[in-house]
């Protein structure tokens, strides 16, 4: 049989649309087609992506017009993590909405979304107002203990590419405590021993993780590689699989 994959982080970048330098950095195309033609090439026996999370990234700053015309092309399973500003009005919340967007980003690691400042008017609101989570690209050894009490008081939070240090995983693991969702991502971006933070981050509770490609891996010091999905798998129980590479994110970006 084959096990279905919700890949929780990727980008699409079509040059079709707006993108804005983000410290010099502007990045290769990597359309929804070349997506499509990537992830039919895992070659991995037994995983199927069947869904996704396209994530809005520094350099598309707060353009729309990207996310919805890919999620339109993508189609079924897939939805949006979008950046927007801390004044955009509920009518505009709920239009994404409508558009497949489910979750607000804050960039803290590269900017292009709103501030930390802003994260408690705002990820309470877009919660209120459309159910959405807000996701947090962080790295967690600057969660000092302030931070740590405002991010465990919002409705729905996950952090990406498993908080990106090792220095941080104390502070990682009372975000999942309290019930954070990770992304098992960005392997070629981080300081730390994926597997040793999986471990862990099971442990605390099995439902927190979800896998992701972070296709194109822009910036990272080596591309998502297949086996990196093969990896995990074969460090997990064949009974937590299923939610890992499925269920959990499913739950997270698709229930209504």
Same mark, same amino acid.
């Given at each position: 049989m084959t096990q279905r994959v919700f890949d929780?982080?990727?980008?699409?970048?079509?040059?079709?649309?707006?993108?804005?330098?983000?410290?010099?950095?502007?990045?290769?195309?990597?359309?929804?087609?070349?997506? %499509?033609?990537?992830?039919?090439?895992?070659?991995? =026996?037994? *995983?199927?992506?069947? $869904?996704?999370?396209? @994530?809005?990234?520094?350099? %598309?700053?707060?353009?729309?017009?990207?996310?919805? =015309?890919? *999620?339109?092309?993508? $189609?079924?399973?897939? @939805?949006?993590?979008?950046q927007i500003p801390a004044d955009t009005t509920d009518q505009q919340i709920l239009d994404l909405d409508a558009d497949g967007v489910r979750a607000v980003r804050f960039n803290v690691a590269r900017g292009g979304s709103a501030d930390l400042a802003d994260v408690d008017?705002?990820?309470?609101?877009?919660?209120?107002?459309?159910g959405w989570h807000s996701e947090f690209y962080i790295d967690s050894r600057t969660i000092d203990d302030a931070l740590f009490v405002r991010l465990s008081a919002l409705p729905a939070i996950s952090i990406d590419h498993l908080g990106m240090h090792q220095d941080g995983l104390p502070q990682l693991l009372r975000l999942v405590e309290g019930g954070a969702k990770v992304k098992a991502t960005g392997f070629g971006r981080v300081e730390l021993d994926p597997l040793a933070v999986i471990r862990a981050i099971m442990k605390v509770n099995p439902s927190a993780?979800?896998?992701?490609?972070?296709?194109?891996?822009?910036?990272?010091?080596?591309?998502?590689?297949?086996?990196?999905?093969?990896?995990?798998?074969?460090?997990?129980?064949?009974?937590?699989?299923?939610?890992?590479?499925?269920?959990?994110?499913?739950e997270f970006y698709l229930a209504r």
């Open positions: 929780s982080h990727l980008h699409i970048i079509d040059p079709v649309y707006p993108l804005v330098e983000n410290n010099g950095f502007l990045p290769e195309p990597f359309t929804v087609s070349d997506y %499509q033609t990537r992830i039919a090439g895992l070659n991995i =026996a037994g *995983l199927s992506v069947s $869904g996704g999370a396209v @994530v809005s990234g520094s350099f %598309q700053a707060f353009d729309q017009s990207y996310l919805t =015309a890919a *999620l339109t092309s993508l $189609g079924n399973n897939y @939805v949006g993590v979008t008017r705002l990820a309470r609101r877009v919660h209120e107002v459309a993780l979800m896998v992701g490609t972070d296709l194109p891996s822009t910036r990272a010091r080596r591309p998502f590689a297949n086996e990196d999905f093969s990896i995990i798998a074969q460090n997990l129980d064949p009974e937590q699989i299923e939610a890992v590479f499925w269920n959990n994110a499913a």
